[in-house]
């Protein structure tokens, strides 16, 4: 029934850690039953994915909580250094994932209830189980209730408004905009938090396909355009 989130380290390869939260991500959700506690140990140190494990909880009505293993750079570096060769960090790929690392924050709703452990604390089961247990069920909203499938405009809307997402996007490099806080051609006051020129038309084209898929699982958008605007802008700037 809950979901219990710990952050851990991530994979120095950013390819297959996508990879790895996506199967995550579903494996999770397929054992989040009413009977069952779902404890998901993983590098959840992107502020996105714990977003999207968020939404993905609310969809089911069920609590989860977030814990934090909560240790100074320098305890972290510390403690690689005693890992086996096999097992440890190079200084860069450390350094690169200490500055990728979006810390929770217990203001922020999906990362709440926040539970910091330090590293000679006893786990706080008393805490956790309060966290899950004595708490009323998150109630699904416009954006995290799954999808009317069944809807005969549904996914002919979905599939159209996405595309001209994307188009915009398209738009806005063939015009060699870039930078930060940028409005959608064609969508007046809907921006992108960041538009990095690197970004290619393959990669457009998989996050497109990305989003659909995450969109027909979580989010009712039948009858509000406006709202897959404003989702996939922010599911973009996450993935």
Known sequence: MPLILMVGLPSSEMKKEKDLRSKLHSDALKSLTKENVVILDSGNFIKGFRYELYCSSKSLSTPKCLVVCDISTEKAWELNENRTEQEKYVRKTFDDLVMRYEEPNHSNRWDSPLINLQLDDTLPAEEIRKAIFEVAAPVPNQSTINAPLNSSSYLYDLDQKTQEVI?????????????????????????????????????????????????????????????????????????
């Open 167 to 239: 188009n915009s996007i398209i738009q806005l490099k063939k015009q060699g905009v870039e930078g930060e806080n940028i409005e959608l051609v064609d969508y007046k006051g809907k921006y992108l938090n960041k538009l990095d020129k690197s970004i290619s038309l393959v990669q457009l084209a998989k996050s497109r396909k990305q989003f659909l898929s995450y969109a027909k699982s979580h989010v009712s958008v039948t009858n509000d355009q406006t709202n897959i605007v404003n989702i996939q802008s922010e599911y973009l700037m996450k993935a």
